[in-house]
């Protein structure tokens, strides 16, 4: 039976390894699996593999309008040519200070990995400038970066004139992670504020206004966070009512769990927020948090929970109050290693920071919903003409302000849609690290694809498709492609829609892959069918990039079901000698279904 459909496939030009198995091992096995050599050998993959003074590539900033991809790293920033990463890269050196780096070794510090000048936040500024901050070897430190205004200005110069100091912006500790947003002047960022890495705080600097963070070591507030990205959602089409998502872990607040656990979660501050008038001055009034549940319902109730947030990833829609936010988890457990992607919806996020607070009461000091009477206006509400018509958070009475400092925590969690990730990773060597989606418009519909980071320096393809509905998503992976000459964690990456590249950062380097290799599926109309790869469409004679646009008679694409047998049967007319009958075959094995072939004895 085996050696017999091997031959029906052959004839089809489908290749018998591409994947028959066991239909329960089909889901992990990629379409497409590239090693580093046969990436390079392909020409699919363009490496910048690091100057020898310099490493950790860890801070990225897209800029699609001038063409650029701008890299913040240990002592060093560069600026990339989207087309080509190794085309006419320019560099600013910006080491520590010999007596910063001196002060940094005398304190007890790693002269090598810990005392130089590593670059954390790259933001845009203005037209002209960028706002750039590093460790400063344990002494943080900002600058301005001049770019200039057009793409052919090539200015790329760093304003030595005028430093400024990075508390508050930039970790001291190289290996901490920061999270920064520059908005309207204004710098958002979640950070260690400390010279011992144990003042976190979520600040808001630079701009006209007095500097403002959370409430300095109260655990309910924060406890020990790491922080993953800060994103600005409008609330509605008043621009008052803007606020400002932070996402991270943190340790779980005490009582909640015995134990040491990581909850990861998502908090909120109002863009208007200018702190209290006699209470919490210069403090968050409007900051409140959730916990972002990612987990698996499993047999006796008992969920399998990954709870440490490694990276998030916002999809915008057609409305901009409502993207839908992508994560990236894995597990905190010692029993087993696992990632998993899970999905969420703005309107489920707007719906728990309007449900119960989080308070401890009782004798067991538990945490419960919180029943009393909750102040007007809500805490966690923007000053607005919207809701209430407080002008500014210095307005609010006594009793918000009171009731926000010490009910920071929304009882109820965040659930995924559909309360289940959509994927789910246990049985591999590798963790997930950082997530890009792209959303791809193809023959019989749009896909969200997804490129996924690993912590051995592999990418995974992933798209999913509804099978019946939104709500029954099948996980189909594409590709597996290594995409560092050495296993290393994947640490930065983003994507270019009008390049349609892919950039990496790790440890070692930069890479930059293209969002798709359509020539590689194959000579046939049924091996490109069967890829499912929104990105590739079959056109009459080869597998190639499918454009929305282009005639339908020629294109043959089927992401649903990747049936051959229904796109390329009519090919034969045409000339092409595809065997119709048989070349379904694959498709129905691969989704783990049980096919009679004529002639042939099971």
């Avoid at 538990?366 to 923007?382: A, D, K, N, S």
């Amino acid at each position: 039976m085996d050696y017999l459909v091997g031959i029906v496939l052959l004839v089809c030009g489908v290749s018998p390894s591409a994947g028959l198995g066991p239909p329960e091992t089909k889901r992990n096995v990629p379409r497409l699996k590239l090693s580093y050599k046969e990436m390079l050998d392909s020409n699919n993959l363009i490496t910048f593999n690091g100057l020898a003074n310099s490493s950790s590539y860890h801070t990225f900033l897209l800029d699609e309008e001038k063409g650029r991809l701008l890299v913040g790293a240990k002592d060093h920033i560069f600026s990339f040519n989207l087309v080509n990463i190794n085309k006419d890269y320019l560099k600013i050196a910006w080491p520590a200070t010999p007596s910063r780096r001196d002060e940094c070794k005398w304190a007890g510090k790693d002269i090598l990995k810990e005392c130089s000048n590593f670059i954390k936040v790259l933001q845009p500024f203005n037209q002209t400038h960028l706002y750039a901050c590093g460790t400063g070897a344990f002494h943080p430190i900002c600058a301005y970066l001049e770019v200039g205004k057009r793409p052919e200005d090539n200015i790329f110069r760093l304003e030595t004139s005028h430093f400024e100091n990075g508390r508050g912006k930039s970790p001291y500790d190289p290996k901490l992670l920061t999270a920064s947003l520059l908005i309207d002047g204004e710098l958002y960022s979640g950070t260690s504020a400390d010279f011992m890495g144990r003042d976190f705080a979520i600040f808001r600097t630079l701009g006209q206004h007095h500097p403002i963070r959370t409430e300095q070591h109260d655990s309910r507030w924060l406890n020990d966070p790491r922080f993953v990205g800060v994103h600005l959602i409008p609330e509605s089409d008043n621009p008052e009512d803007d606020k400002i998502y932070l996402f991270f872990r943190e340790n779980a607040m005490d009582g909640e769990h015995t134990g040491k656990a990581t909850h990861a979660r998502i908090g909120q501050l109002c863009k208007n927020d200018f702190g209290g008038h006699r209470s919490l001055v210069n403090k968050w009034t409007t900051f409140l948090k959730a916990r972002l549940i990612c987990s698996v319902p499993g047999a006796n109730g008992i969920d399998t929970h990954f709870d440490e947030l490694q990276d998030i990833f916002l999809m915008s829609s057609k409305d901009p109050k409502n993207p839908v936010i992508y994560g990236v988890f894995t597990t905190s457990s010692n029993i087993f290693k696992g990632s998993a992607v899970c999905m969420y919806s703005m309107s489920d996020v707007r719906r728990v920071f309007l449900g119960p607070y989080a308070h401890r009461d009782g004798p067991s000091y538990q945490w419960v919903p919180f029943q009393g009477r909750v102040p007007y206006p809500r805490p966690g509400t923007c000053p607005s003409k919207t809701f209430g018509g407080f002008d500014s958070t210095k307005d609010l009475p006594d009793d918000v302000i009171t009731f926000a400092r010490g009910h920071p925590a929304m009882f109820n969690p965040v659930h995924p849609i559909n309360n289940r990730p959509i994927i789910v990773k246990t049985d591999v060597d590798y963790q997930f690290t950082q997530i890009v989606v792209d959303r791809v418009e193809a023959e019989d519909g749009q896909y969200d694809v997804m490129f996924i980071g690993t912590d051995v320096g592999t990418v995974l393809k992933v798209v999913s498709i509804p099978r019946e509905s939104w709500h029954d998503l099948e996980e189909v992976l594409l590709e597996e492609m290594t995409v560092f000459r050495e296993p290393t964690p994947i640490t930065a990456m983003d994507l270019s829609t009008k390049q349609q590249q892919l950039y990496l950062g790790s440890a070692i380097g930069v890479s930059q892959m293209p969002l798709h290799r359509c020539e590689v599926y194959g000579k046939a109309c049924a091996e490109c069918c069967l890829a499912r790869d929104p990105y590739c469409a079959w056109d009459g004679t080869e597998c190639s990039r499918y454009f929305p646009t282009a005639k339908r008679r020629t294109r043959r694409q089927d992401i649903r079901n990747g049936d051959p047998l229904t796109q390329c049967s009519d090919l034969q007319h045409h000339g092409q000698h595809e065997w119709p009958g048989h070349c379904g075959i694959q498709g129905h094995l691969r989704s783990g279904e049980q096919q009679h072939v004529p002639g042939v004895q099971s």
